[in-house]
């Protein structure tokens, strides 16, 4: 399935935020925004309220590592449940395989923990999932298979872990219990979900 693969300072500094995480290449130019000319007269105008809300959305894309079509339909999927569609729709985004295996600390990049997905490294209940957009459910229980284990890059990436409430740890068996969906506050990432539910209901 296709992915972008470009250089990712480049989409960060567009942004305005290290969304991948640290990247010390971001922090020199973050003032800069990306191109050859740097700042200009263009880039400089106010921006649209479409444009804004756009932006928002292909911030929540990039940082999640999510498509246009897979975006969408979790939009689609938040709208039918039952609350605050935008809180919902970063939940289904934090539920995601890939990313709860990134948050656990199996690896420390979104990437990084898609690469372990889908090459068979990690099972849920027991069972190996290679779909990095499975959505999990409270209980489910998140580990990497015995094979796996011993792999150098899950241990340096365990090493500087950080912990989160909705995420319950078993430090013996390297192996982390999915709770429940986070709730808003408990999300980290700079996301004004929102705009995004605006730009769909246009």
Same mark, same amino acid.
């Given at each position: 399935?296709?992915?972008?693969?470009?250089?990712?300072?480049?989409?960060?500094?567009?942004?305005?935020?290290?969304?991948?995480?640290?990247? %010390?290449?971001?922090?020199?130019?973050?003032? #800069?925004?990306?191109?050859?000319? /740097?700042?200009?007269?263009?880039?400089?105008?106010?921006?649209?309220?479409?444009?804004? +809300?756009?932006?928002?959305?292909?911030?929540?894309?990039?940082?999640? /590592?999510? @498509?246009?079509?897979?975006?969408?339909?979790?939009?689609?999927?938040?709208?039918?449940? %039952?609350?605050?569609?935008?809180? &919902?729709?970063? #939940?289904?985004?934090?539920?995601? @395989?890939?990313? !709860?295996?990134?948050?656990?600390?199996?690896?420390?990049?979104?990437?990084?923990?898609? #690469? @372990?997905?889908?090459?068979?490294?990690?099972?849920?209940? /027991?069972?190996? !999932?290679?779909?990095?957009?499975?959505?999990?459910?409270? /209980?489910? !229980?998140?580990?990497?298979?015995? %094979?796996?284990?011993?792999?150098?890059? &899950?241990?340096?990436?365990?090493?500087?872990?950080?912990?989160?409430?909705?995420?319950?740890?078993? *430090?013996?068996?390297?192996?982390?219990?999915?709770?429940?969906?986070?709730?808003?506050? #408990? &999300?980290?990432? *700079?996301?004004?979900? +929102?705009?995004?539910?605006?730009?769909?209901?246009?």
């Amino acid at each position: 399935m296709a992915r972008y693969i470009g250089p990712k300072t480049k989409i960060a500094r567009k942004f305005g935020a290290a969304i991948y995480g640290d990247d %010390k290449s971001f922090e020199r130019r973050k003032n #800069q925004p990306p191109g050859q000319h /740097g700042p200009n007269r263009r880039r400089n105008a106010k921006k649209s309220e479409y444009a804004v +809300q756009l932006m928002e959305k292909q911030k929540a894309k990039y940082t999640y /590592g999510i @498509l246009e079509r897979q975006f969408a339909n979790l939009f689609e999927r938040a709208t039918r449940a %039952k609350g605050v569609t935008g809180e &919902i729709l970063l #939940q289904l985004c934090e539920s995601r @395989l890939d990313n !709860v295996v990134y948050r656990i600390g199996f690896a420390k990049t979104r990437a990084g923990a898609r #690469q @372990l997905v889908s090459h068979r490294h990690v099972t849920v209940n /027991g069972e190996l !999932v290679n779909i990095p957009s499975y959505i999990l459910k409270a /209980g489910d !229980v998140i580990a990497i298979r015995e %094979k796996s284990k011993s792999l150098e890059i &899950i241990a340096d990436a365990l090493a500087s872990k950080a912990n989160y409430e909705w995420l319950q740890f078993n *430090d013996e068996k390297k192996e982390s219990t999915f709770l429940s969906a986070p709730e808003r506050i #408990q &999300i980290p990432e *700079d996301i004004k979900e +929102q705009l995004i539910v605006e730009l769909y209901n246009k």
